[in-house]
């Protein structure tokens, strides 16, 4: 399985951005537990910013709350993260995380795998 995230660049405070993340490979999976998109910034430890499960609930960084929207595409194995009225302490590298498990003959296995990252810049 496999990640891929695009849609990071620079952008204005206020503005907006969209990031998708696309998983390949998924043939093996057997359940998609969570995904999720976290954010490091420099300096920082990476954090999570919000999370999707496989049953549609969302959860949120308190910072982003009512700004960042996160959402998925089953059909085209995507997620996305609707960025709006960003702000300067939002530039970091984006992450998509995936949880999920795969079925092998020992039984149920859980894993995760992450994406390569993309920057997001928010200049003042």
């Known amino acids: 399985v496999q990640l891929v995230e695009s849609g990071g660049g620079l952008v204005q405070a206020g503005g907006s951005l969209t990031l998708s993340c696309t998983a390949s490979g998924t043939g093996s999976i057997y359940s998609i537990n969570a995904m999720g998109w976290y954010r490091q910034a420099p300096g920082k430890q990476r954090e999570l910013v919000a999370a999707i499960t496989s049953d549609g609930n969302t959860n949120y960084v308190d910072s982003v709350k009512g700004r960042f929207t996160i959402s998925r595409d089953n059909a085209k194995n995507t997620m996305y993260l609707q960025m709006n009225n960003l702000k300067p302490e939002d530039t970091a590298v984006y992450y998509c995380?995936?949880?999920?498990?795969?079925?092998?003959?020992?039984?149920?296995?859980?894993?995760?795998?992450w994406g390569q990252g993309t920057l997001v810049t928010v200049s003042s």
């Open positions: 995380n995936l949880d999920f498990t795969i079925a092998i003959i020992e039984g149920l296995r859980n894993l995760e795998v």
